[in-house]
């Protein structure tokens, strides 16, 4: 069974850092587009950042020049930058590594998440 393992979360005060990172296993990992998604008490989950096995990468705009998402195909590993970190950063952070399939299908799974809090 795939497993996505989310670490480095905490707690954090404005304007600090924090890395966190997912390790994949039981997945060819290389194959897949991986991201980070967040989900903050009361709101919906959203899409934090994407890195494709291309290379490509897309961010929402909140956090556009603040997180930096990367990847080591050989450690099965994905990392999430988090610089400048504000309040509104405050959630719960989120694995997922998807593959499309077919047409119809894709292989999409997500990690346990990772609490975030960014306070003073």
């Known amino acids: 069974q795939v497993q996505l393992v989310e670490s480095g979360g905490g707690l954090v005060q404005p304007g600090g850092s924090l890395r966190l990172s997912c390790a994949a296993s039981r997945i060819i990992f290389s194959i897949y587009t991986m991201g980070w998604s967040r989900q903050a008490p009361g709101k919906q989950r959203e899409l934090v950042a994407t890195?494709?096995?291309?290379?490509?990468?897309n961010y929402a705009d909140s956090v556009k020049g603040r997180f930096t998402i990367s990847r080591d195909n050989a450690k099965n590993t994905v990392y999430l930058q988090m610089n400048g970190l504000k309040p509104g950063d405050t959630a719960v952070y989120y694995c997922?590594?998807?593959?499309?399939?077919?047409?119809?299908?894709?292989?999409?799974?997500w990690g346990q998440g990772t609490q975030v809090t960014v306070s003073s």
């Open positions: 997922n590594a998807r593959r499309r399939v077919s047409a119809t299908s894709v292989d999409d799974y």
């Open positions: 890195l494709t096995i291309g290379g490509s990468t």
